[in-house]
């Protein structure tokens, strides 16, 4: 924690350059003016529906394995939001006149302002489900149904619609044919499936180790179901993708074929999404593979998995949008140290914030075991 | 810590040991001292950067009273009085009943000169390190409408060259604008007479609109942006030519403080080939209605559907002259 402090101050002296200097500090042009930061934001919008595939399979389907591991996922869902949002401020040329979204906000014709209020609402019902549990857990009281069980089912179209609006920001612009694809919204969505439990099987885990709470390993192994079906649907949209840009081969293909094969001599990207597109193809053989049912190898797939998509999502989807330009001008972008310490420093302090809710939950959850007989957590402690 | 506060729940408040409470001390007081040199860049903000009350509290342009609008470019002229040493002479100049612009562009007489790119600086008060431009001159070859073919750096002893037409590409200002259903505070709009406008004092800076720009028009300050004093224009406007600041949008506007009271665009003026025409399309004399009308007018991307207000066109020809000059 301590460490994750420190990287956590670097971002913010880094940022600190960056509100003095404006954001000249970072590598983006008016050529490619969205970089970094909104590459992060887009992959962080996905970790945070990560919380709803463990809610669905509860609450839905009633799988018991998965209960009481929703409220990591949840409490995963609002450290992204808040890295989501703090992404979105580092962008900003002008924070100083954020109130400006409160005085004339352009809703429903600006898909920014939804995300705004889809975010904010995210962060607000997760917070609400958490504090709510926690706090019944804390007072050893049985959290009333009515208080919680319709925000968790708020909350599981809620974190489709962050994610729909969060692809619609980009696919409605008719000037970038490489986000003008209905296939983004559905991509989003598997990828953000796929790496978002990846993501909760390494801490989950991280969690059993070093404390007291105990993680059912067959919960681990449906978290690893839903990852190997979204990650295959992930692969597939993909190559549904690739056909229909490779095939057509018209003028719109550019952006692509600057990703995949680099485009009049200028490749910066190529090494990155082939490294993005070989790291998934990796995880997902170790998934299918029958032997492979042992932890350490799902812990290789989900790390594999993790940065891979991470890659597709940031490098892959944000920057190269914008090469090359409406007016057909080929500028490469490469982040700036500046602007990689801060991004460094938002993830820093996400996970610095998620340590410290973990820290807090796990001994509010144990603590109450052995006294109420009511509370849902009960049968699982009580062993 | 926190898990062992919460653990033993009030047993161990109130007992705190002298050691506890300087270790505690100590790292309070060390974590403090970190989040301050964290800060320290801030240290070199100077007292102009940041925004005076009562420019924190300037409202959209929509909604100033008169009143509130002089009050606001008495606060611009003094803040561009302060920094340039000249008193500027500003107006909030307001759209006419009954004009729509239109801009039409010769491509056959362009001869690539980007004469109209630096006259477009000179007026606007763009910055000049980094200089930003609100024109982009691509250098064609001929037989194709192919922007990814185009040159946009060519850097020649002579223009035009024999095998090149020349397409300046500035912001189109369309009447169907990407760029204005995007921005999430209402911070770009199209005024009555078809000019899309930014209030550089309302813009957060997000860069929405710069994505959504299919003819990549609009330029962004990524530093505060460099003016020497003797190079600023001050006869301006409220929604054109005025200063910018660091952090916000800027692009093309049809030179509004020029053009709303009967005077043509800058780039138009200097074009020495008379590739450039500019008029009200309402009126069905303007020369533009009668280019419209007569001429093959064509627009850039008009698969996008922004509806631009900005025509290009080739001159036709006769057959007998084709051998010997080409388009």
Same mark, same amino acid.
């Given at each position: 924690?301590?460490?994750?402090?420190?990287?956590?101050?670097?971002?913010?002296?880094?940022?600190?350059?960056?509100? *003095?200097?404006?954001?000249?500090?970072?590598?983006?042009?008016?050529?490619?003016?969205?970089?970094?930061?909104?590459?992060?934001?887009?992959?962080?919008?996905?970790?945070?529906?990560?919380?709803?595939?463990?809610?669905?399979?509860?609450?839905?389907?009633?799988?018991?394995?998965?209960?009481?591991?929703?409220?990591?996922?949840?409490?995963?869902?609002?450290?992204?939001?808040?890295?989501?949002?703090?992404?979105?401020?580092?962008?900003?040329?002008?924070?100083?006149?954020?109130?400006?979204?409160?005085?004339?906000?352009?809703?429903?014709?600006?898909?920014?302002?939804?995300?705004?209020?889809?975010?904010?609402?995210?962060?607000?019902?997760?917070?609400?489900?958490?504090?709510?549990?926690?706090?019944?857990?804390?007072?050893?009281?049985?959290? #009333?149904?009515?208080?919680?069980?319709?925000?968790?089912?708020?909350?599981?179209?809620?974190?489709?619609?962050?994610?729909?609006?969060?692809?619609?920001?980009?696919?409605?612009?008719?000037?970038?044919?490489?986000?003008? #694809?209905?296939?983004?919204?559905?991509?989003?969505?598997?990828?953000?499936?796929?790496?978002?439990?990846?993501?909760?099987?390494?801490?989950?885990?991280?969690?059993?180790?070093?404390?007291?709470?105990?993680?059912?390993?067959?919960?681990?192994?449906?978290?690893?179901?839903?990852?190997?079906?979204?990650?295959?649907?992930?692969?597939?949209?993909?190559?549904?993708?690739?056909?229909?840009?490779?095939?057509?081969?018209?003028?719109?293909?550019?952006?692509?074929?600057?990703?995949?094969?680099?485009?009049?001599?200028?490749?910066?990207? *190529?090494?990155?999404?082939?490294?993005?597109?070989?790291?998934?193809?990796?995880?997902?053989?170790?998934?299918?593979?029958?032997?492979?049912?042992?932890?350490?190898?799902?812990?290789?797939?989900?790390?594999?998995?993790?940065?891979?998509?991470?890659?597709?999502?940031?490098?892959?989807?944000?920057?190269?949008?914008?090469?090359?330009?409406?007016?057909?001008?080929?500028?490469?972008?490469?982040?700036?140290?500046?602007?990689?310490?801060?991004?460094?420093?938002?993830?820093?302090?996400?996970?610095?914030?998620?340590?410290?809710?973990?820290?807090?939950?796990?001994?509010?959850?144990?603590?109450?075991?052995?006294?109420?007989?009511?509370?849902?957590?009960?049968?699982?402690?009580?062993? | 810590?926190?898990?062992?506060?919460?653990?033993?729940?009030?047993?161990?408040?109130?007992?705190?040991?002298?050691?506890? !409470?300087?270790?505690?001390?100590?790292?309070?007081?060390?974590?403090?001292?970190?989040?301050?040199?964290?800060?320290?860049?801030?240290?070199?903000?100077?007292?102009?950067?940041?925004?005076?009350?009562?420019?924190?509290?300037?409202?959209?342009?929509?909604?100033?009273?008169?009143?509130?609008?002089?009050?606001?470019?008495?606060?611009?002229?003094?803040?561009?009085?302060?920094?340039?040493?000249?008193?500027? &002479?500003?107006?909030?100049?307001?759209?006419?009943?009954?004009?729509?612009?239109?801009?039409?562009?010769?491509?056959?007489?362009?001869?690539?000169?980007?004469?109209?790119?630096?006259?477009?600086?000179?007026?606007?008060?763009?910055?000049?390190?980094?200089?930003?431009?609100?024109?982009?001159?691509?250098?064609?070859?001929?037989?194709?409408?192919?922007?990814?073919?185009?040159?946009?750096?060519?850097?020649?002893?002579?223009?035009?060259?024999?095998?090149?037409?020349?397409?300046?590409?500035?912001?189109?200002?369309?009447?169907?604008?990407?760029?204005?259903?995007?921005?999430?505070?209402?911070?770009?709009?199209?005024?009555?007479?078809?000019?899309?406008?930014? &209030?550089?004092?309302?813009?957060?800076?997000?860069?929405?609109?710069?994505?959504?720009?299919?003819?990549?028009?609009?330029?962004?300050? !990524?530093?505060?942006?460099?003016?020497?004093?003797?190079?600023?224009?001050?006869?301006?406007?409220?929604?054109?030519?005025?200063?910018?600041?660091?952090?916000?949008?800027?692009?093309?506007?049809?030179?509004?403080?020029?053009?709303?009271?009967?005077?043509?665009?800058?780039?138009?003026?200097?074009?020495?080939?008379?590739?450039?025409?500019?008029?009200?399309?309402?009126?069905?004399?303007?020369?533009?209605?009668?280019?419209?009308?007569?001429?093959?007018?064509?627009?850039?991307?008009?698969?996008?559907?922004?509806?631009?207000?900005?025509?290009?066109?080739?001159?036709?020809?006769?057959?007998?002259?084709?051998?010997?000059?080409?388009?």
């Amino acid at each position: 924690m301590l460490v994750l402090s420190l990287i956590s101050l670097v971002g913010l002296n880094a940022y600190c350059k960056q509100f *003095v200097q404006g954001l000249s500090t970072t590598g983006m042009t008016d050529q490619v003016s969205w970089g970094m930061y909104i590459a992060n934001f887009t992959f962080l919008v996905g970790m945070a529906a990560a919380a709803v595939m463990l809610v669905i399979p509860v609450y839905v389907y009633k799988n018991k394995e998965l209960h009481d591991l929703v409220i990591f996922g949840e409490l995963l869902a609002v450290a992204a939001i808040v890295m989501c949002l703090l992404f979105v401020t580092a962008d900003l040329g002008r924070p100083d006149r954020f109130h400006h979204m409160l005085l004339r906000f352009n809703f429903p014709i600006s898909m920014l302002t939804w995300d705004v209020l889809v975010l904010n609402g995210y962060l607000a019902l997760n917070l609400h489900i958490c504090g709510y549990l926690v706090y019944c857990a804390y007072k050893k009281e049985t959290p #009333s149904k009515k208080f919680y069980i319709p925000f968790v089912f708020i909350a599981i179209f809620w974190a489709l619609s962050i994610h729909t609006v969060t692809a619609f920001l980009y696919v409605g612009l008719g000037g970038r044919p490489f986000w003008n #694809s209905a296939i983004i919204a559905p991509r989003f969505l598997a990828s953000a499936f796929a790496a978002g439990p990846a993501f909760l099987v390494l801490t989950l885990q991280i969690i059993g180790k070093y404390t007291m709470y105990n993680v059912p390993r067959k919960a681990l192994l449906t978290l690893k179901n839903i990852i190997t079906v979204a990650l295959t649907i992930n692969m597939f949209l993909l190559i549904c993708e690739l056909f229909t840009e490779f095939y057509t081969d018209s003028t719109h293909v550019a952006s692509m074929k600057y990703l995949l094969f680099g485009l009049h001599g200028k490749h910066a990207l *190529v090494p990155w999404i082939w490294s993005g597109i070989g790291l998934n193809t990796f995880a997902l053989i170790i998934l299918y593979l029958p032997f492979t049912k042992s932890l350490p190898f799902i812990n290789v797939a989900c790390v594999c998995m993790i940065i891979g998509i991470w890659i597709e999502k940031g490098m892959g989807l944000i920057v190269p949008a914008f090469i090359p330009t409406p007016l057909g001008e080929i500028v490469e972008y490469l982040p700036t140290l500046n602007e990689t310490l801060v991004c460094l420093g938002i993830w820093a302090f996400g996970l610095l914030l998620y340590s410290i809710f973990v820290r807090i939950t796990v001994p509010v959850l144990n603590g109450r075991l052995t006294i109420d007989k009511d509370f849902i957590y009960k049968e699982y402690y009580h062993d | 810590m926190s898990s062992d506060h919460q653990k033993n729940g009030k047993s161990t408040c109130g007992q705190v040991s002298r050691r506890s !409470f300087l270790r505690q001390g100590t790292s309070v007081a060390a974590g403090l001292a970190a989040f301050t040199a964290a800060l320290k860049p801030l240290a070199d903000l100077k007292p102009e950067d940041l925004p005076s009350v009562d420019e924190f509290l300037q409202k959209h342009y929509k909604e100033m009273s008169s009143d509130e609008m002089s009050q606001a470019l008495k606060r611009i002229s003094d803040k561009v009085e302060k920094r340039f040493e000249i008193r500027p &002479d500003i107006k909030d100049i307001k759209a006419k009943d009954g004009v729509e612009f239109v801009y039409a562009l010769n491509l056959t007489r362009c001869i690539g000169c980007r004469k109209c790119v630096h006259a477009c600086v000179a007026e606007n008060n763009q910055s000049r390190e980094p200089e930003i431009q609100y024109i982009r001159v691509l250098e064609m070859p001929k037989g194709t409408l192919d922007l990814e073919q185009g040159n946009h750096h060519y850097d020649k002893p002579q223009v035009p060259s024999q095998d090149h037409f020349y397409m300046p590409v500035q912001c189109h200002q369309c009447a169907n604008p990407p760029c204005v259903k995007v921005c999430p505070v209402e911070a770009t709009w199209t005024e009555p007479d078809g000019i899309t406008v930014i &209030d550089y004092d309302w813009c957060i800076g997000c860069r929405y609109c710069e994505a959504a720009c299919p003819y990549w028009a609009r330029r962004f300050n !990524f530093s505060e942006p460099k003016l020497p004093k003797k190079d600023l224009n001050p006869n301006m406007s409220y929604l054109s030519n005025r200063p910018r600041e660091k952090g916000v949008m800027e692009k093309c506007h049809f030179c509004l403080h020029r053009t709303r009271e009967g005077r043509m665009p800058a780039c138009l003026e200097v074009c020495p080939v008379g590739a450039r025409k500019f008029g009200n399309v309402l009126d069905p004399e303007s020369e533009v209605s009668q280019i419209l009308k007569n001429k093959r007018v064509f627009v850039l991307k008009e698969d996008v559907g922004t509806l631009p207000r900005f025509f290009y066109y080739f001159d036709e020809q006769h057959p007998r002259l084709k051998g010997d000059q080409q388009l």
